[in-house]
């Protein structure tokens, strides 16, 4: 039985996804959750994922996909013995991208969603603020649709609600949903796997960082002009 008001959310317990899943509860009556195991080092973050889906009364999934991490053994997310790289470099991907990660969750969320009879995806890429990954630009999302749907015989609609918002815009979102403290305080975005505001200097947490002083100068700007 097809649900047509029903979303399943690709959560990871970051900052990206877990504002996504307060987005996917505000568009959709029926929301449920899926996380994946695959093979990261900070496995903290599926525990964490699972912790904010019950909390926001949404059924959880969570999937071990972790032979990816043996196909391809470059990437310092998945790999003890690489060093992450701190800064992108030059004209290449960075070690913390995982090839054929969002191909792989997207598609595995998609055959459990159809199962479950849901229609509609919801994923926080983003090709506005990231890391240089290809697969977070919009281009692979509308093919990977097209040929999910051609693969399936169904009509999947991958929602990417951050697709064109900078970090201090998904900070935004995140507080007109009212969930700027959850994703501020228990949501796990470090590259080393550490909570919240994390080690302060990968590049997720530097991204976040530098999104989020953004944010809260320009709230306070705000703030000002309107008292004034």
């Given at each position: ?26 568009h959709?009556e ?19 994922a699972e ?11 969570l999937?071990?996909?972790?032979l ?20 992108k470099?030059g004209?290449?991907?960075?070690n913390?991208?995982?090839p ?6 997207l ?7 159809r ?20 697969d ?9 649709n ?30 007109e ?35 989020l002083e953004?944010?809260?100068?320009r ?5 000002n002009?309107?008292?004034?």
């Amino acid at each position: 039985m097809k649900h047509q008001n029903a979303a399943l959310v690709c959560l990871s317990g970051g900052q990206d996804s877990t504002t996504c899943l307060f987005w996917a509860k505000k568009h959709f009556e029926c929301v449920e959750a899926v996380c994946f195991i695959y093979g990261q080092k900070h496995s903290l973050e599926t525990k964490i994922a699972e912790k904010i889906a019950t909390d926001a009364n949404v059924p959880f999934k969570l999937m071990d996909i972790s032979l990816i991490s043996q196909l391809d053994r470059n990437c310092s997310l998945t790999n003890s013995a690489i060093e992450m790289d701190k800064e992108k470099p030059g004209d290449t991907y960075p070690n913390t991208f995982v090839p054929g990660r969002n191909m792989v969750f997207l598609t595995f969320a998609a055959i459990w969603a159809r199962s479950r009879g849901i229609f509609n995806l919801v994923t926080g890429v983003s090709e506005a603020d990231y890391s240089g990954y290809p697969d977070c630009r919009d281009t692979f999302i509308r093919s990977l649709n097209v040929t999910l749907n051609l693969a399936m015989d169904e009509q999947f609609v991958i929602h990417t609600p951050l697709m064109n918002r900078d970090k201090s815009e998904v900070w935004q979102l995140a507080d007109e949903l009212g969930v700027f403290d959850l994703v501020r305080n228990e949501t796990l975005t470090c590259n080393n796997g550490i909570p919240a505001d994390g080690c302060g200097h990968c590049p997720a947490c530097k991204l976040r960082r530098e999104g989020l002083e953004k944010y809260l100068e320009r709230k306070i700007r705000k703030n000002n002009e309107h008292q004034n």
